[in-house]
């Protein structure tokens, strides 16, 4: 390995900072741009964009981030103290794109530490530029930039800065991205922790491994057994998708040691199979067994995708993968730099990520599915710009994250909502009624509102339609 400087790395690797720089650029007008043309035909949904949305625009308001889709304060759902600081930007100006424009920056900036990273393990320049286009091509950045806005996408890069601060020695900043890493959401302790075994005994940087380890450990405890009953009144969200395993997180881990019988059926399946294949076939050209305990800080993500109960975790459309893609890149360059894998060039490694990225991200979203409501597009955003209020609004899950900027905000589930006085506005999409609703039933609420004395019908257009309540 290469002895480099902080930062300067030595003069050869910032010869071409245009070039990374370049990439990060694009990537974040790229991702930046999809994000938002998603949010723009009424495609993003309440969750979880309109959840996290409205709980920081309410920190930004001084008000108590009590989550109206939830039923609960923000930081009971994952422990996401990030949301805090983010709430910043929306006392500048408060407006969901800061989230697309966070988000976008977040996941392209880890091009940059892979690029450092690359070239401090003896990687040449051509190749290391080469890793950071594997990295912003990988399916998962697209697709997780595409599902609405979510906070472990701040933690990608700083994983990746995390073991580089980790390799050059650098304590204090490496502290700081732990820090910030479990800051993002509370399971990310276990990465955090199982990167801190890697760095102890397969680094050999045992204070930065030791750090970690304890770091992780302790908020994963802490946030799962206070943090989080404290201010959900119950269990993390996540516990629901084991329920085989038992109904805490502490029966679970107990569960996992003492009857592993029953993770077996579970591990052994068609669809882990098909979801390993997926999350490997990127990067299965860089792979080799030399670069395999790389992968180690990546087993808690991936293992706990395997045994959920919950098929979105077993895909690269979903953010359920991003804290393993720091470790599949580190194996790459593992491999690379030991002269292994099938690709050694910067064209090959370019050419097989393109192919992947055309076989895998989701890009086609665009020709079909994000087109679906575009026939009353227009009509709805008419409606939406009468709402002139902090009101409460009871809309579509579609329509939720445009409207998230008040305390109480609810979406058409396919129930009654038990009191209707709650709601200064209802706008509801009848042609396309939403995640979670039906035609019928929107047709239903339709009929029940009309005839509703306490509500006047504001707006009708092209089969949507907006009640107010009578002042």
């Not at 994000?35 to 979880?48: E, K």
Request: net charge positive.
């Amino acid at each position: 390995m290469k002895k480099n400087s902080w930062l300067g790395l030595g003069k050869q690797s910032l010869i071409r900072p245009g070039a990374i720089g370049w990439m990060i650029g694009v990537g974040t007008l790229v991702l930046f741009a999809a994000s938002s043309l998603r949010h723009f035909l009424f495609q993003s949904t309440a969750f979880d964009l309109g959840i996290f949305d409205q709980a920081i625009y309410l920190i930004s308001q001084g008000e108590n981030p009590i989550s109206s889709f939830l039923g609960f304060h923000i930081i009971g759902d994952h422990g996401a103290v990030i949301f805090y600081p983010l709430a910043l930007l929306y006392k500048v100006y408060p407006s969901v794109y800061w989230l697309f424009i966070v988000q976008a920056l977040a996941l392209s900036l880890g091009a940059l530490p892979t690029y450092h990273l690359g070239m401090i393990a003896g990687l040449k320049e051509s190749q290391a530029i080469g890793m950071a286009g594997v990295y912003l091509l990988y399916p998962v950045i697209f697709n997780a930039n595409l599902f609405d806005f979510h906070p472990e996408v701040i933690a990608v890069p700083l994983l990746l800065s995390a073991v580089l601060t980790a390799r050059l020695g650098k304590i204090t900043w490496f502290s700081v991205c732990v820090i910030l890493i479990l800051s993002c959401k509370a399971v990310l302790s276990l990465t955090v922790a199982g990167m801190g075994l890697w760095l102890l005994f397969f680094e050999k940087r045992r204070f930065a491994g030791a750090i970690a380890l304890l770091l992780g450990t302790a908020w994963f405890l802490i946030a799962t057994q206070l943090v989080i009953p404290s201010f959900s009144g119950a269990e993390a969200a996540a516990v629901g998708r084991y329920s085989y395993l038992g109904n805490s997180v502490l029966e679970i881990a107990q569960n996992l040691f003492f009857q592993p019988q029953l993770i077996l059926e579970k591990l052994f399946s068609i669809d882990n199979l098909v979801y390993l294949v997926l999350l490997l076939s990127p990067i299965i050209w860089g792979l080799s067994s030399a670069s395999f305990k790389s992968l180690i800080p990546a087993i808690p993500c991936i293992f706990l995708n395997l045994l959920a109960d919950y098929p979105a975790q077993k895909d690269l459309v979903h953010q359920y993968s991003l804290p393993a893609l720091p470790f599949l890149i580190l194996a790459v360059i593992a491999s690379l730099s030991l002269g292994k894998g099938w690709i050694q060039n910067r064209r090959g490694m370019i050419i097989w990520s393109l192919i992947g990225f055309l076989c895998l991200a989701k890009f086609t979203y665009f020709g079909g599915r994000y087109l679906s409501s575009v026939d009353n597009l227009q009509a709805t955003y008419k409606a939406v710009s009468q709402i002139k209020t902090k009101g409460g609004v009871y809309t579509t899950s579609q329509i939720s994250p445009h409207l998230s900027h008040r305390q109480i905000i609810k979406f058409t589930d396919g129930n009654f909502p038990q009191d209707f006085k709650i709601f200064e506005y209802i706008l509801l999409n009848v042609r396309h009624p939403g995640w979670g609703s039906n035609q019928d039933f929107a047709n239903s609420l339709v009929k029940q509102i009309t005839s509703n004395p306490e509500f006047k019908l504001e707006f009708q257009e092209e089969d949507v339609y907006l009640f107010r309540k009578n002042l």
